[in-house]
């Protein structure tokens, strides 16, 4: 991405972009202080090269559907149960950034104490990514997992009808010398974006990627489009469909089911424009509950290194671990740039200049 | 599989079949409490038509490793750690079902009081379906997790070294009406003894189901049982492979990094005969730290149902939600017989012979 900066892509910086993004969200009603943790999450997302969670969606998912009355600006974010390590949040149909960082941080106060604890937040927007969150626990020497569910694009196994939404889960674990393992990813096969593309590429979808209205596994990006993505694991069973399908679900039920949002058969689908009803679910632990972190840390980093040095498979450079990439990004990023797609950057520069405020994005 | 009992199947009970693992076991040196808990794993895997996971493995898993001295029949179990909402068992190699039994009911214990808790234990053996566990929760009223490393059959994404167990997570939840969602899945794309049936069968596997020796993805059962499993999501990353990778990586971390047990490096391949090395991983937290247990059972039910009600793909009866087969399979076996193999029926009558025990199964 980086290296094709040149033609498609702008760079900016980390503290421009955020910068910018507090202004425009402020200017669209949200206090100065979320504005913030929106403005770190998603370019965090920017940051490790995630570049669809990241200002990308500034407008379309957050800015618009302020201006469209479809998103609380100046949510009253509460909580609405709690145990020594448990906790509920209600996010009044705000944005979801800084009420899932607020839920996470609680957890992870909770676990200081305790050892471990759970969190979940109803009635609330998309966050970003759910790797922000689950990392948020690594300073603390914790285990930290994220999820969130979302709107529908998805089909079970064996079905036709859009139920389930991308559904991600992330789960973080401090390492040592080598970056934490950051693992956060969507329980569909591929996003719905990754269609979009190759319609206007004009590329036939793989198989298992996504089937038609009828139910059929297509490889017609239109037909797709019409349909239905397909969870992890793909089409029908033989290589695990159920499986994706499973955690997809699972995850609807973590969140929405268990914080009382809205779920299943409630829960929107991509193409309506109405109050998010997203839930989140957040979980950590103390890794000094099980072993001294010094020595765990020590053995994470045996762990990575062992599948970082191990055999390449013919035509591959080498192996990878979760977070390893976006880290390397995260690092290149800093030192020189953070690429925005130019479309998105028009897209950033119209925002500007229809709220009436500077844009210098430029690095 | 009831269907084809006739033919390749003996009919046995629940009861006798306990009884029978239970006589096995006390012959080979384990304490007759223990031997009850492998017993009431086995079964309910049998039950519940998970056959690979049943009593088929008694001899080979467990009473077999035994004889050969890699697994210690009377292990002192023990806590080496523990908080509040977190405990760390040692089960001195042996079985893993009492320990993983005893662990989870401590983390269950722990969640009752606090609200959530972990557990993990190392040094520990196969112990049956990670599902079990998972389900020990469910009469409490909440949400139950369980893991394990396994021995080594898979790569990883981009590699071709054999290092990643199947490692199988597992989540029930409970619900009202409906049976529970119980979700136990192993994080490779299928298991080992699938490309072994292939084999028999003298039938191509599918692509993304293993690679051979050399890292190439191959559909020859010989030259994949040379080789490796794939992780879910199958070859490379555009069936996201990287995920289930992921997730495998994940249950090494989470069983053994983090109990200071083998991970990794350390951990046994499938071919080597030694003590087990295992780790396991628990977790619990109590569904009215979030909300109302009859609403949020009303809302399971909601959900489950929003599944099974949708419309059904092309060429399908209809649609399934995880645990479902499994709890009419139980059902259905309570009532007219658990189907045993008729060549794991003849292995258990050697058995039997060999440590000069009745053998009285049939129905």
């Known amino acids: 991405m980086a290296d094709a900066a040149i033609a498609e892509y702008q760079l900016s910086t980390e503290g421009k972009l955020k910068h910018f993004v507090v202004e425009v969200l402020e200017k669209s009603g949200v206090a100065r202080d979320r504005a913030k943790v929106v403005a770190e999450v998603l370019v965090a997302a920017d940051l490790r090269g995630v570049e669809s969670h990241g200002v990308a969606r500034l407008e379309p998912y957050y800015v618009g559907r302020i201006r469209a009355g479809h998103l609380n600006p100046k949510p009253n974010y509460q909580i609405v149960r709690e145990t020594e390590t448990t906790v509920l949040y209600d996010a009044d149909n705000g944005l979801g950034h800084p009420v899932g960082k607020l839920a996470m941080a609680k957890v992870i106060e909770k676990a200081a104490k305790h050892g471990s604890a759970f969190g979940a937040v109803r009635n609330s927007n998309h966050f970003g990514i759910a790797g922000y969150y689950a990392m948020l626990a690594l300073d603390h020497d914790m285990v930290g997992m994220a999820s969130t569910n979302s709107v529908k694009y998805g089909a079970p196994t064996f079905g036709k009808d859009v139920m389930l939404g991308t559904n991600p889960l992330a789960f973080a674990v401090p390492a040592g010398k080598e970056p934490s393992f950051v693992f956060d990813f969507a329980t569909t096969t591929v996003p719905k974006g990754k269609l979009e593309v190759y319609k206007r590429k004009n590329r036939p979808l793989e ?149 009436s405020i500077p844009f210098d994005l430029g690095r």
Chains 1, 2 share one sequence.
């Open 207 to 355: 198989t298992g990627w996504a089937i038609d209205e009828l139910g059929e596994s297509t490889t017609d990006p239109d037909a797709a489009l019409r349909g239905a993505l397909l969870p992890l694991g793909g089409f029908g069973v033989s290589h695990g469909g159920h499986k994706g399908y499973g955690l997809g679900l699972l995850v609807d039920i973590l969140c929405g089911v268990l914080s009382g949002g809205a779920f299943g058969p409630s829960l929107p689908v991509a193409t309506e424009n109405k109050a998010g009803a997203i839930s989140h679910w957040f979980g950590a632990f103390r890794v000094d509950a099980f072993r001294d972190v010094a020595e765990f840390k020590a053995d994470m980093d045996k762990e990575l290194r062992y599948f970082k040095d191990s055999h390449a498979a013919p035509g591959q450079s080498r192996v990878y671990v979760a977070g390893e990439i976006e880290h390397e990004n995260t690092l290149r990023h800093r030192e020189s740039g953070v690429p925005v797609h130019v479309k998105v950057w028009d897209g950033l520069q119209k925002l500007a200049s229809e709220l």
